[in-house]
């Protein structure tokens, strides 16, 4: 129970302070008093958490039960040969979500019908994220590569530590 528990808060904390930069921009963008800043960035929000996240989580989780078992057996020289292949593979599909996000634009309007005022902002707020949504996906990456080797701490340190 208590090796659980030096796994799961670390973890946990790690995903509460993820959760609140998202929740924090929308809550300047409310006290902006401008309606379409406020929809665009509660869309863009939307986006951020519908492709990019879930994807690189996804290839990123592919990825945890391979780590666990080669640190299992003391095998760590393919331990970091996992987690390099892994952070490739995330490039790789991040590339198209950042085609998609600069041109959210016409996607939003033209396909999904959406409002221009809303789509505008939008794609201004991921153009201005799209940085940052990379480097969160790597250290996604590096988030479970030491969740899978029992070493949870290291990324809540790091998060911790960037914060400022």
Known sequence: MVRILKIMIPTLINLVLSALIMQINLIFAGKLNDESTLVGIGLANT?????????????????????????????????????????MLVTAAF?????????????LVNVLGQNELAATECERYLRLVVPALYMDSIYDSFEIFFTAME??????????????
């Open 47 to 87: 986006l951020i958490e519908g492709f990019p996240l879930m994807i690189t989580l996804g290839v990123s989780s592919a990825v945890e039960s391979l780590v666990s078992q080669a640190y299992g057996h003391k095998q760590y020289k393919l331990c970091g040969a996992f987690l390099n292949k892994q952070i």
């Open 95 to 107: 590339l198209p979500i950042i085609v998609g996000f600069y041109n959210s634009k016409n996607i």
């Open 151 to 164: 070493k949870s701490y290291v990324p809540l340190v790091i998060q911790i530590v960037s914060i400022p």
